[in-house]
T-cell receptor, first 113, second 110 residues
Framework: EAQVTQNPRYLITVTGKKLTVTCSQNMNHEYMSWYRQDPGLGLRQIYYSMNVEVTDKGDVPEGYKVSRKEKRNFPLILESPSPNQTSLYFC????????????FGSGTRLTVV | RKEVEQDPGPFNVPEGATVAFNCTYSNSASQSFFWYRQDCRKEPKLLMSVYSSGNEDGRFTAQLNRASQYISLLIRDSKLSDSATYLCVVIKAAGNKLTFGGGTRVLVKP
């Protein structure tokens, strides 16, 4: 089944404790992206990647890192999480080109206390 | 002004009725348009692309008005299962970046 898999689905952590949210897709998509969704602010792009070893900042990159060592994986790293990073996170992927919609992962609900 | 704006709703719709809502975008260079559906606390799912000539998929009809810079979604014969938030999505001419509207919430009631 074609899908984007995120893990974990739920995570509660403490301020400053490094964490990684994994994202993997099996559709051979070149493009991958991370979004966060907050009430009243909608979906905002954190980072994206057009292909292996190519990453770039989205609209809200502060406090996050990503890597794209393999085509299928695009982990999101929070080196020192803070409470304002409490949010619902989505990973998405697509083929490159403006006519392709995204396939989203099921989301990761992160709480930083 | 936000790049993509939607009426947040909720639109309370009797089952079987028709509901329509719009989404406006500010960048005239926007190239591609989509409607996504999002159920509470779940991932957005692609509902349909929006083509220049307008397009229909079952009970759903999408329209694009480039002159006035808006797209619309019409749902006919609403079902209870149509209750969701509908997200308007715009892609600029270059690259894949999707810009999302804040969503329009639709509640279909018996």
């Amino acid at each position: 089944e074609a899908q984007v898999t995120q893990n974990p689905r739920y995570l509660i952590t403490v301020t400053g404790k490094k964490l990684t949210v994994t994202c993997s897709q099996n559709m051979n998509h070149e493009y991958m992206s991370w979004y966060r969704q907050d009430p009243g602010l909608g979906l905002r792009q954190i980072y994206y990647s057009m292909n292996v070893e190519v990453t770039d900042k989205g609209d809200v990159p502060e406090g996050y890192k990503v890597s794209r060592k393999e085509k299928r994986n695009f982990p999101l790293i929070l080196e020192s999480p803070s409470p304002n990073q409490t949010s619902l996170y989505f990973c998405a992927s697509s083929f490159v080109g403006e006519n392709y919609g995204y396939t989203f992962g099921s989301g990761t609900r992160l709480t930083v206390v | 002004r936000k790049e993509v704006e939607q009426d947040p709703g909720p639109f309370n719709v009797p089952e079987g009725a028709t509901v329509a809502f719009n989404c406006t975008y500010s960048n005239s260079a926007s190239q591609s348009f989509f409607w996504y559906r999002q159920d509470c606390r779940k991932e957005p799912k692609l509902l349909m692309s929006v083509y220049s000539s307008g397009n229909e998929d079952g009970r759903f009809t999408a329209q694009l008005n480039r002159a006035s810079q808006y797209i619309s979604l019409l749902i006919r014969d609403s079902k209870l299962s149509d209750s969701a938030t509908y997200l308007c999505v715009v892609i600029k001419a270059a690259g894949n970046k999707l810009t999302f509207g804040g969503g329009t919430r639709v509640l279909v009631k018996p």
